[in-house]
Nanobody, 117 residues
Framework: QVQLVESGGGLVQPGGSLRLSCAASGSIRAIDAMGWSRQAPGKQRELVATISRGGSTNYADSVKGRATISRDNAKNTVYLRMNSLKPEDTAVYYC???????????WGQGTQVTVSS
């Protein structure tokens, strides 16, 4: 099993920045890719960014150029920094981790990000 705990959400003004953190515990040696997704009210969940254990990254077009995903394998933590936030970035952000040995995906409970003046 893998447990994921997100932190760093909150209320941010348009144009502002934030950094989300996600700490993994449990079967951490089996974790391969990690990432972030988000779900706004009434919308489907959207994969925002992913990062491999080696550091390769991918971003959704909606956040490309404004988001940076990173991970600290020693701390078993993945981060998502977002700049130039827009009201449409408002959503619950979920951290996920993929196990290479079982091919299971694990999700955190989510952290609310609200972009509003």
């Amino acid at each position: 099993q893998v447990q994921l705990v997100e932190s760093g959400g909150g209320l941010v003004q348009p144009g502002g920045s934030l950094r989300l953190s996600c700490a993994a515990s449990g079967s951490i040696r089996a974790i391969d890719a990690m990432g972030w997704s988000r779900q706004a009210p009434g919308k489907q969940r959207e994969l925002v960014a992913t990062i491999s254990r080696g550091g390769s990254t991918n971003y959704a077009d909606s956040v490309k150029g404004r988001a940076t995903i990173s991970r600290d394998n020693a701390k078993n933590t993945v981060y998502l920094r977002m700049n130039s936030l827009k009201p449409e970035d408002t959503a619950v952000y979920y951290c996920y981790a993929h196990r290479w040995d079982t091919a299971d995906d694990y999700w955190g409970q989510g952290t609310q990000v609200t972009v509003s003046s």
